[in-house]
């Protein structure tokens, strides 16, 4: 963790405002697709709040991908969606095989985000080796889905940065291969060590955010609250991610424009709703609102 990286930009409205992103025009198509894959028969909530938030952040066509065993529910749950059942292990995790499954929905996306919810580590990183040397589009990892990068951070350079990666303080530590102490004495530090590595933008989530370039800019996001602790939250965040991915933003903007909106939208909450006690769920639901608080 390099000592003489630059300062961190503190991101505000006004950076966003001067960094505007992608305003498409005409039909869902114009918007993009995102498909997001992840899922378990015990963990499907998380997938299903990563696909509407990317739905609220303005991506234009929503499918997704999760076991077959559960896939009926995904449907009836995200009527907006195509809902594709992939083959699952006997625990209930989706499959290596999926892979071969879920190649085509994959290469056409115009973003794909992989990772909310997802169970067992080696069937994961098995499912990601076959299916990541195949992908061109941009592309965001989330919780296990950074399995990939866990073990080797080269899996991703053949997508010369146009991936997202958003780890919690403990999904990274887990990737660094540090101790949790390492992170919190330099999250910025931490951030921009795995972007390094694995050439790709880091948004790294906690009470601050930080998003690394393999570039070296940073950035600091201090939106959002206590309230922001709770289940599915991060799930929220990759979707937001990946639904700014697929309506054209770079990832650096995806990640920096996610880390605020998120923040934005729990503070909203924190005002209607009490600083804490509100739902994952409902952050989707003010993502629009934190938007048009930016661009009116």
Same mark, same amino acid.
């Given at each position: 963790?390099?000592p003489?990286? !630059? ?5 505000? !409205?006004?950076v966003l405002?001067n960094?505007?992103?992608p305003?498409?025009?005409?039909g869902?198509?114009a918007? #993009? ?5 992840g ?8 997938v299903?709040l990563?696909?509407?938030?990317a739905?609220r952040a %303005?991506? $234009?066509?929503?499918q997704?991908? @999760?076991?077959?065993?559960?896939a009926?529910?995904?449907?009836a749950?995200? !009527?907006?969606?195509?809902?594709? #059942? ?7 995790a989706i499959s290596a ?5 879920i ?13 909310? %919810?997802?169970?067992?580590k ?7 080796? *076959? ?6 589009a ?8 950074l ?6 951070p080269a899996?991703?350079?053949?997508l010369t $940065?146009?991936?997202?990666?958003t780890?919690?303080p @403990? ?11 390492v992170?919190?004495?330099d999250?910025a530090?931490? =951030?921009?060590d795995?972007a390094g590595?694995a050439?790709?933008?880091? %948004?790294? $989530?906690?009470a601050?955010?930080?998003?690394? @370039?393999p570039d070296? *800019?940073i950035?600091?996001?201090e /939106?959002g ?5 709770v /289940? $599915?939250?991060?799930?929220?965040? =990759?979707?937001? @991610? ?9 990832p650096?903007q =995806?990640a920096?424009w =996610? ?6 939208? %729990? ?14 769920r409902e952050?989707?639901?003010?993502i ?9």
């Amino acid at each position: 963790m390099s000592p003489s990286r !630059p300062d961190p930009t503190l991101v505000t !409205p006004e950076v966003l405002r001067n960094w505007p992103l992608p305003e498409p025009t005409g039909g869902k198509n114009a918007r #993009g697709s995102i498909l997001v894959i992840g899922g378990s028969t015990e963990t499907l909530g998380a997938v299903l709040l990563a696909a509407e938030a990317a739905m609220r952040a %303005g991506a $234009g066509k929503l499918q997704v991908a @999760t076991v077959a065993s559960l896939a009926p529910f995904a449907a009836a749950a995200l !009527p907006e969606a195509l809902v594709r #059942g992939l083959p699952e292990t006997d625990g209930g995790a989706i499959s290596a095989g999926a892979a071969d499954v879920i190649r085509d929905l994959a290469e056409s996306a115009d973003a794909v985000l992989i990772g909310p %919810g997802m169970a067992d580590k080696e069937e994961t990183q098995a499912f990601e080796q *076959r299916l990541l040397p195949h992908l061109a589009a941009p592309l965001a990892l989330d919780a296990l889905g950074l399995a990939c990068v866990t073990a080797d951070p080269a899996c991703l350079h053949h997508l010369t $940065g146009r991936v997202v990666l958003t780890p919690n303080p @403990t999904e990274i530590a887990y990737a660094l291969h540090e101790d949790d102490g390492v992170i919190e004495d330099d999250p910025a530090g931490a =951030a921009a060590d795995l972007a390094g590595r694995a050439k790709a933008v880091v %948004g790294l $989530g906690g009470a601050t955010s930080w998003i690394a @370039t393999p570039d070296e *800019r940073i950035w600091q996001d201090e /939106s959002g609250n206590a309230g922001l602790g709770v /289940s $599915g939250s991060g799930d929220v965040r =990759a979707g937001i @991610t990946g639904g700014l991915l697929a309506r054209g933003a770079d990832p650096a903007q =995806a990640a920096v424009w =996610a880390a605020y909106l998120h923040g934005r939208a %729990g503070e909203r909450l924190a005002s209607s709703v009490g600083r804490l006690g509100f739902l994952a769920r409902e952050l989707p639901g003010e993502i629009p609102g934190a938007l048009a608080e930016v661009v009116p």
